[in-house]
Nanobody
Framework: VQLQAYGGGLVQAGGSLRLSCAASGSIFSINRMGWDRQTPGKQRELVATITSGGTTNYADSVKGRFTISRDNAKNTVFLQMNSLKPEDTAVYYC???????????WGQGTLVTVSS
């Protein structure tokens, strides 16, 4: 299974970005999809997750600003990020968990930089 993430970049505080991540390869069914992020010197942290049924979960720091969604037909997960803050600066990693094997896969990461 391969994950390809898109959409990172440089944005001013208050701006928006939309991340996309498409899964490909030997895929039977994806259960949970999500995004994590990591900054230098810190542990990777959960940003948002979404189940196959559409139930979402968010880190408190992004609630009300970020929205996760998915396109099951295209095995793709999205993260709409609004009202971005400098503290959102991080490398964002997409993550998928297979329904049949429970294996988890991560994408290569995409850098989001929010300037003040």
């Amino acid at each position: 299974v391969q994950l390809q993430a898109y959409g990172g970049g440089l944005v001013q505080a208050g701006g928006s970005l939309r991340l996309s991540c498409a899964a490909s390869g030997s895929i039977f069914s994806i259960n949970r999809m999500g995004w994590d992020r990591q900054t230098p010197g810190k542990q990777r942290e959960l940003v948002a997750t979404i189940t196959s049924g559409g139930t979402t979960n968010y880190a408190d720091s992004v609630k009300g600003r970020f929205t996760i969604s998915r396109d099951n037909a295209k095995n793709t997960v999205f993260l709409q990020m609004n009202s971005l803050k400098p503290e959102d600066t991080a490398v964002y990693y997409c993550r998928v968990r297979m329904a049949d094997t429970s294996n988890t896969y991560w994408g290569q990461g995409t850098l989001v930089t929010v300037s003040s």
